[in-house]
């Protein structure tokens, strides 16, 4: 069975542009939460979506935006670069949610991303 | 105040050693994740709990939820265990229900030296 794909793996960008990173479920997985990983901050929540629908959106500039299609897949897009942006970013998945806990929720290897 | 906080921040141990990393948390949860994360590497979950005690070949992870603890045992200890474990909250939605949105602990760099 497949895992949680991201592409790409690593990436190097100017800063200024823009950049879209790609996350690929399990399959029968509906939920995509995104994480961004940074030596000063540690792991920070960036958006949760389910069944297209974002969920729930962290403290993050609108620079940071993402969605998600009908499969399932998800995206997630940076406008307009900055230094500080340069970071792991994860994708996490799971069939659904309930009050008590997860299904199957699983860490994709994540996307890291140099900003110069 | 961190709403996760774990201790020790940096753990050395010899090998063979019985390891225990603390975890404690502020919020109402649905659940608590124990992650591990390799130098340079992406992020494993080990341990999904709402309750009680899970085993998984060397590693235990237990939690109490009304003292709002957590633990991850790790016996006989391998060089190989050196990584950051680091653990996260799946806090409670305040109309009781769930999300997906994790709270992080700082995590815990494990060295184990042979």
């Known amino acids: 069975k497949a895992g949680v794909t991201q592409t790409p793996r690593y990436l190097i960008k100017t800063r200024g542009q823009q950049v879209t990173l790609s996350c690929s479920p399990i399959?029968?997985?509906?939920?995509v939460s995104w994480y961004q990983q940074t030596p000063g901050q540690g792991l920070q929540f960036l958006f949760e979506?389910?069944?297209?629908?974002q969920r729930n959106k962290g403290n993050f500039p609108g620079r940071f935006s993402g969605r998600q299609f009908s499969n399932s897949r998800s995206e997630m897009n940076v406008s307009t670069l900055e230094l500080g942006d340069s970071a792991l970013y994860l994708c996490?998945?799971?069939w659904g949610f309930g009050t008590r806990g997860y299904y199957g929720y699983t860490f994709g290897s994540g996307t890291r991303l140099t900003v110069v | 105040k961190n709403e996760v906080e774990q201790s020790p921040q940096n753990l050395t141990a010899q090998e063979g050693e019985f390891i225990t990393i603390n975890c404690s948390y502020s919020?109402?949860?649905?659940?608590l994740h124990w992650l591990q994360q390799h130098p340079g590497g992406g992020i494993v979950s080990l341990f999904m709990?709402?309750?009680g005690k899970k085993k998984h070949g060397r590693l235990i992870a237990t939690i109490n939820i009304q003292e709002k603890h957590s633990s991850l045992h790790i016996t006989a200890s391998h060089p190989r265990d050196s990584a950051v474990y680091i653990c996260?909250?799946?806090?409670?939605?305040?109309?009781?229900?769930?999300?997906?949105?994790?709270?992080f602990g700082t995590g815990t760099l494990l060295a184990v030296q042979p």
């Open positions: 919020v109402g949860i649905s659940a």
């Open positions: 709990l709402s309750s």
């Open positions: 996260a909250v799946l806090p409670l939605m305040n109309y009781g229900g769930a999300t997906n949105k994790l709270i």
């Open positions: 979506y389910f069944s297209e629908t």
């Open positions: 996490a998945s799971s």
């Open positions: 399959s029968g997985h509906r939920s």
